[in-house]
């Protein structure tokens, strides 16, 4: 369930966030919130590498073959690029 919020914040601080959000193709709701699951998520375990809360709502967005060799992929990539 989402909920409204209103805040009241600089107008210089809204610019620069919109031209920030703009510029990483996110709208200025899910950064801040983003912004804030980052700073009140509890983190169960230490060990395990942090993932941010956008890369985690951007998992499984693509669907690869399970044979798919990012490695070569990246090889012939390079290769192409530095012809």
């Given at each position: 369930?989402?909920?409204?919020?209103?805040?009241?914040?600089?107008?210089?601080?809204?610019?620069?966030?919109?031209?920030?959000?703009?510029?990483?193709?996110?709208s200025?709701?899910?950064?801040?919130e983003?912004?804030?699951?980052?700073?009140?998520?509890?983190?169960?375990?230490?060990s395990?590498?942090?993932?941010?809360?956008?890369?985690?709502s951007?998992?499984?967005?693509?669907?690869?073959?399970?044979?798919?060799?990012?490695?070569?992929e990246?090889?012939?990539?390079?290769?192409?690029k530095?012809?």
């Open positions: 369930m989402e909920t409204k919020l209103t805040l009241r914040l600089n107008d210089s601080v809204i610019e620069r966030a919109k031209l920030y959000a703009r510029s990483h193709r996110i200025l709701s899910k950064m801040i983003s912004y804030l699951d980052s700073l009140t998520k509890e983190n169960n375990d230490d395990k590498s942090s993932i941010t809360p956008l890369v985690e951007l998992s499984g967005v693509i669907n690869l073959p399970s044979d798919f060799d990012y490695k070569k990246y090889s012939d990539y390079i290769i192409e530095y012809k």
